[in-house]
């Protein structure tokens, strides 16, 4: 069950002027579920992207990004049930093969194609199976399918992930619509997650590369459920240029920075969903470190905490163990780390002052804050003004099974 977490309604998501959705069951994943999208985008589009800081990423992320070195995307498919990952020149050949099979469905040239899948690695892509069931996807293309595509590339997810924004530039009114999905081996940078984010607004190429890393930065790479970076993390952001507004030519522009809060606004919404559907969660865990020397060991020692499976099963256990957080800030990796000036917090309750137990702490009140389903940490380190958050789940007894379980 999903931590405060419910699935969108179609109602919820705006539409993407100069972008259709098709979403159809190609028998790739299993029988009856939605497993192949395609996202068709009309000439003029703007695309940028960011992926999977593991070595061993799977064929798709190769192809994709040899396509984006040439622009011009007019076209993604996206598959779930087999990840194309782990399986050498064989699995580029075959993403190599969807995207030539959707290019010429679409007449457009395969370069112009970014492929993406998702599902169990090692296993050979039924690209044949792809290719069958594209024409089912390209006829039920349409504007408003964004919720078909968030249900479509689902894995061990519980709920579909989707949010939408509109946001005000240049006196035009601009769109700002998302999916993404994830919920286990799902750790920065980044993660067993696929993240698309599409906005009307009219943004030149050259800015879309570095738009995408700090959307990305901001969000999904501040999410954890497991610490396990995965092969197939892609998250892409598209502007279609449909608004009514002048081109925004820089993104520290006064229209720029309106566009980058709205847009990761809906990318932490996004992000945040697959903390809270994470494989067994129980409890939503905001992690805050204050006082660090700049914002990078902030997140160093915040995903101490998070990856701690000591801290995680506390946590599952609403058991205010928590002198497993402190001793999580002490193999951060911060050598000149002062355990005198470290303070800790839960929600409100002051646990440790100094380095040590806070005099007025009691743990029945250490258990109230625990016993809840949302929960934030926080961490002084006292030796400077920087601070950054990373968004975690619990570890339960479910974790074990879903994954345990997956392939079978």
């Known amino acids: 069950m999903a931590v405060n977490l419910s699935a969108p309604s179609a109602g919820d998501l705006r539409p993407v002027p100069g972008l259709r959705i098709g979403v159809a069951e190609a028998g790739i994943r ?106 089912a996807a390209l006829d039920d293309a349409a504007p408003d399918h964004w919720l078909r595509a968030a249900e479509g590339i689902m894995t061990t997810d519980t709920v579909a992930k989707a949010a939408s924004a509109t946001v005000t530039i240049g006196g035009a009114t601009v769109t700002v619509t998302g999916i993404s999905k994830g919920a286990g081996m799902i750790r920065p940078n980044m993660a067993t997650m ?26 999904f790479n501040r999410v954890t459920v497991d610490g396990d970076t995965s092969t197939n993390d892609s998250f892409v952001v598209i502007a279609t240029n449909r608004a009514a507004h002048a081109p925004v030519t820089s993104l520290d522009s006064p229209e720029g920075r309106v566009l980058r809060e709205a847009m990761l606004q809906v990318a932490r919404q996004l992000a945040q969903a697959i903390v809270r559907d994470g494989e067994g969660a ?104 920087a601070a950054d958050t990373v968004w975690t789940c619990d570890f339960s007894y479910d974790y074990v099974r879903i994954n345990a379980d997956y392939r079978s």
Request: proline share 5%.
């Open 30 to 135: 299993k029988a009856g579920r939605k497993d192949l999208t395609v996202m068709l985008l009309e000439p003029g589009a703007s695309v940028g992207a960011v992926f999977t800081s593991n070595r061993f990423c799977a064929a798709p992320v190769q192809v994709c990004r040899e396509h984006l070195a040439g622009g011009d995307i007019r076209a993604l498919v996206i598959n779930t049930g087999n990840a194309n990952a782990g399986t050498g020149e064989d699995g580029l050949v075959r993403a190599r093969a969807t995207c030539i099979a959707l290019a010429r469905k679409l007449e457009i040239s395969p370069q112009q194609v970014l492929p993406f899948s998702t599902g169990v690695i090692m296993e050979p892509l039924p690209a044949d199976r792809i290719e069958a069931g594209l024409p």
């Open 282 to 385: 129980t409890k939503f865990i905001t992690v805050r470190v204050e006082g660090g020397r700049d914002a990078a060991e902030c997140r160093q020692v915040a995903y101490a905490i998070a990856h701690s499976p000591l801290v995680k099963t506390a946590f599952f256990a609403s058991d205010p163990n928590l002198g497993r957080i402190l001793a999580a800030v002490g193999y951060a990796g911060i050598a000149d780390l002062d355990q005198g000036l470290i303070d800790l917090w839960l929600d409100d309750v002051h646990v440790a002052v100094r380095g040590g137990r806070h005099p007025a702490y009691r743990e029945e009140d250490g258990q109230r804050v625990m016993k809840g389903s949302e929960i934030t940490v926080r961490v002084g380190l006292g030796r400077g003004q």
């Open 194 to 219: 696929l993240g698309f984010l599409a906005t009307d607004a009219c943004l030149a190429q050259p800015l879309m590369r570095q738009l995408a890393f700090e959307l990305a930065e901001g969000s």
